[in-house]
Structure formats: structure tokens, C-alpha cells
């Protein structure tokens, strides 16, 4: 996504359907979850 | 022996009689009245409203769950509650009339639906479609599959989806169903002839009720309203925020926008979010007086350790307003979760039109924010029967949530935007930043990682839900 009006590039669309690097994506993300839920029960 | 009882069995109801059954259920009595036979899994109703998925897999039995965590099941609509005699009234789903006694008491009833706040809203008695309850999201279904067949033939169709009131909330739903149903027509080729409008009453897209997300990125801000922008533009999706919906014919929405401007939209089929209200519980003292005043907001949602009545500038700078054990201070026995409670204001800056109307996203507490709350009241009860002091708490300004909003099903081509927010209400306090939020944790992303994330988070869900081995450790 880019410039002051965002919009998604051809970049970003073969980035959000490459399926190896979604999968790490989605390791990433399930471990950002259990991390933000552990900060939150701290609070 | 102390006893327990929960109206409603949604995220909220469900979490704590887990949490109640397992700690309290073998030694105290915990009851649950809830008006269905099933949990509903109700993110998943967005796939049954295209025909994606059987409702059936979004329903299970709750009494099997009930019978393995000791925890009794009463099928039957709650209609009151003695407060002085501690029962509540429930009209069983057989006929007649049984009095659950309770020590603890915690509503988790979920909204009302109020179609009837805005004419001509609604499935039933108007012209819209919703996907907020499942024989709903059947019904808009196949009023969606008769608009395909009508494109397959040829002809062109409008679809207006988001929200029928100036105050409803739960916008991130009608955006899963608008972009699940442009993937949905993509698939089917017809997408070309079908005119898909967002008719929303958010402050600016991307804002969901929650004063949208901001987040780092490149060395630049981000926020939601950028992010779903570009999602709209990629998707050829029209929007109009700021606007209330005022009332509908057969095929005109009537809207007033923040300017006071007043217009008519026509469609040929449209699934707008009611306003959520309480659901309708009489609260009755020694001699039958109504103490409704007490317990409940004039929403009919209940009140809680909130401070009420702040001017939304006052409430902003103080994150303490919002409430931390969810406990009615008049009658402490009485607690509130999930929707159920009532907000002390809204999180989106509220505005008034020249004419009057207020327009308000409400703030919303569905998925992970019911849940969570569900867990702290339950284990609050645990404290109160064992130890007599409670020791949980965790305001909405010092919560975090994640959201995973589908826009498109698919395990190979689909897409989700995944949004996470810490603090879900902004804490200026805290976070002195314009968004008053961690924008470390706070993140957002789209991308078919998030479409494998929602079918997870389902199968997870339901299986946390159903009390099945290990079901503690998956995070509400």
C-alpha cells in the first residue's frame, strides 16, 4: 500500500496470496494474538 | 451451597459457565437459562448469509456441555427478575413458569434486535435482510441467491449493506458480509452487474464503532480508514459514512448525513444492522415495585461499575469510567456481560445534526471483548464463593482485542483483515499519542493468512466453547 491516497499495488496483491509467505504471516499473526492477549491480562 | 445463574448462553454466558462449571459446578449449583437448545457461533453467520457454509455448522447442543461441567440447563425466556427474593422468572420453552434462586446473578442476554426503531427495518416486518440471529441469516440467504439468479440472467442489481440506525454498532460484521458477497459475485461472474454500496453510520470508514485503528508502518501512519478505503476502491465498492438510516420501503432507504441533509437510496437488497438495545427483563422489588431504575440504562442495558453521564470529552481523559469487575453498584449480586452491559458512553466521537438526529456508532463488545468479560465475572463469582473478595478486573482501557474480519472464505483465494487493538477504548492516559493506544500491539493486515486465522479461530472456538480438553488455554 502506498502514496497519501493508500491503494493496494500489484505489489501487495501478489504479497497477500503468496502462500509461503502468508503462512509465516500467519505464524506471525496467531503469535502477535497470544502475546497481545498475555499484555492485556496483565493490565 | 451458593448458587449461580446466567442468563443467555452467547460468548459471554458460554465463558463464564465453562469457567463456573469447572471451578464451582461439582459443589454449588450453576444454572443456565438460555431461550435456544444451541450455542450459536454468530461470526460464521456472514458465510451462511452467501451460502458459504450450513447453519448447522455453526450451531452445537449446550446441554451435553452442561452435563459434563455440572452445570444445570433451563430452556426458557427469562422475563424478570424478583431482586429482593433473588429468583429470576423464566416462561420454559414446554409451558409454564419456573423461579431459578440465585446468590450470583449474571445477565448475558445479549441485545434485542431493535428492527422496530427503524421503520421498515428487518426481515420479518420490513424489507431488509440481517444476518444477526441464524434463521436470519437463512432467510437472507436465499434472498441473496434469488438476487444472483436474477444477475445470472442478466439483469442489474443494487445491493446497499451496513447499518439501519443513526446509534447501531457491530459495523465490522456488515463489512465482512459486503466483501464476502463482492468475492462471492466475483466468483460467479456477475460481479460486473451488481452495484455493492456501504451505507454506514461511522464517523469515517475503517471506524467500526471503535475511533478506528492507527498504525505504524514504514515509518508512516496508517489508519483503518485508509486501509478500508483501498479495500473498497480494489473491491469497486461505493461508500457513504456519516449518514443514518431513517427508514426503508420496499425499495428505498430514507438517510439523514451529518450535515442534516436528508436523501432516499434504492436498492434491490440490502442487510442493515440494527440498533442493539437490552433485552426486555423486569427487575421487581419486595412489593412488585419496578426497580428498573436501579439496574438498567434507559437502553435497557444493564448498569455496571461504569461512571455514567460523563460528556464524551470528560470520558476520553478518563479511562476509569469505563468499568473494571462489570457489577451493578445499587445490587451487587447482580452482574452484566458481553452486550449486555451498558457502555458509560461511546468510544467514536458522537455527533448531532443541525436537525437533531444523533449519530453514534455505539461501541462494540461482541467476540473476544464479550468473552473476555464473561471470564472476568466468572472468575470474580469463583472469588466471591470461595474467598468472599474479588480479585479480577480489566477495563475496556486496558483490553485487547483482535478481530478478524473475512472478506472472502476461500482457503486458497480468500482474504481477512486482521486488526488488532490494545486498548480497545483509547487511554490517553496511558498512551499519550492521538490514538491513545500501544501502536506497537496495535496492528493491521489483509492477506489469505487471515482467512486461514477466521476458519481456525472457529474450529478453536467452538472447540473451547464445547468445554473440550484443553479448552482453558485457547484465549477468549
Known amino acids: 500500500m502506498r502514496g497519501s491516497t493508500v491503494e493496494i499495488t500489484e505489489k501487495d496483491r501478489r504479497r497477500m496470496n503468496n502462500k509461503l509467505l502468508q503462512f509465516w504471516r500467519f505464524v506471525v499473526l496467531n503469535l502477535k494474538i497470544l502475546k497481545g492477549v498475555d499484555v492485556s491480562k496483565r493490565a | ?476
Open chain 2, 1 to 476: 451451597m451458593a448458587k449461580v445463574a446466567i442468563i443467555g448462553a452467547g460468548f459471554a454466558g458460554q465463558t463464564a459457565a465453562l469457567y463456573l462449571g469447572d471451578a464451582l459446578g461439582a459443589e454449588h449449583e450453576i444454572t443456565v437459562i438460555n431461550r435456544l437448545r444451541d450455542f450459536s457461533y454468530v461470526p460464521s453467520w456472514v458465510w451462511v448469509g452467501i451460502g458459504h457454509m450450513p447453519v448447522e455448522k455453526t450451531l452445537f447442543p449446550l446441554e451435553p456441555v452442561y452435563r459434563r461441567f455440572g452445570v444445570r440447563f433451563v430452556h426458557g425466556k427469562a422475563t424478570g427478575v424478583r431482586v429482593h427474593e433473588r429468583v429470576v422468572v423464566v416462561e420454559r420453552d414446554g409451558g409454564g413458569e419456573e423461579l431459578i434462586g440465585y446468590d450470583h446473578l449474571i445477565v448475558a442476554t445479549g441485545p434485542r434486535l431493535d428492527f422496530e426503531g427503524t421503520e421498515g427495518l428487518g426481515p420479518e416486518a420490513g424489507y431488509s435482510q440481517s444476518i444477526c440471529t441464524a434463521p436470519h441469516a437463512v432467510r437472507a440467504r436465499d434472498a441473496y441467491l434469488e438476487e444472483v439468479a436474477r444477475l445470472e440472467k442478466g439483469e442489474r442489481r443494487r445491493f446497499v449493506i451496513g447499518t439501519g440506525h443513526p446509534g447501531a454498532t457491530c459495523q465490522g460484521a456488515a463489512f465482512e458480509y459486503i466483501t464476502n458477497v463482492h468475492k462471492d459475485l466475483v466468483r460467479r461472474g456477475v460481479r460486473d452487474k451488481a452495484d455493492l454500496l456501504w451505507l454506514s453510520n461511522e464517523q469515517a470508514l475503517g471506524d467500526f464503532g471503535v475511533r478506528g485503528v492507527a498504525v505504524r508502518r514504514k515509518g508512516r501512519t496508517l489508519t483503518s480508514e485508509e486501509f478500508i478505503s483501498a479495500v473498497f476502491k480494489e473491491y469497486g465498492i461505493r461508500s457513504q459514512v456519516r449518514t443514518g438510516v431513517l427508514g426503508l420501503t420496499e425499495d428505498t432507504i430514507a438517510w439523514e448525513d451529518f450535515q442534516g441533509e436528508k436523501g432516499e437510496t434504492g436498492f434491490d437488497f440490502s442487510m442493515l444492522i440494527p440498533r442493539f438495545l437490552g433485552q426486555p427483563l423486569a427487575f421487581t422489588g419486595r412489593d412488585g415495585e419496578d426497580l428498573s431504575g436501579d439496574i438498567l440504562a434507559p437502553n435497557g442495558l444493564v448498569k455496571v461499575d461504569a461512571r455514567y453521564g460523563l460528556p464524551y470529552d470528560e470520558l476520553t481523559r478518563q479511562p476509569d469510567a469505563w468499568p473494571r469487575v462489570y457489577q451493578n453498584p445499587v445490587h451487587p449480586e447482580i452482574f452484566a456481560a458481553g452486550i449486555a452491559f451498558a457502555p458509560p458512553g461511546p468510544i467514536s466521537v458522537p455527533h448531532v445534526t443541525p436537525g437533531g438526529t444523533s449519530i453514534s456508532a455505539a461501541p462494540p463488545r461482541t467476540g473476544m471483548v464479550s468473552g473476555i468479560i464473561g471470564r472476568v465475572v466468572a472468575l470474580n463469582i469463583i472469588d466471591l464463593v470461595k474467598t468472599g473478595t474479588m480479585t479480577h478486573g480489566e477495563r475496556m482501557t486496558e483490553m485487547y482485542a483482535a478481530c478478524i474480519a473475512s472478506m472472502g472464505d476461500s482457503l486458497w483465494d480468500g482474504s481477512a483483515a486482521v486488526i488488532m487493538i490494545y486498548p480497545v477504548v483509547p487511554d490517553h492516559v496511558r498512551y499519550p499519542n492521538d490514538e491513545g493506544r500501544d501502536l506497537f500491539v496495535t496492528h493491521m493486515e489483509m492477506g489469505l493468512a487471515g482467512a486461514w486465522m477466521k476458519r481456525m479461530i472457529q474450529t478453536t472456538f467452538m472447540h473451547k466453547l464445547r468445554g473440550r480438553v484443553g479448552w482453558r488455554f485457547i484465549p477468549e
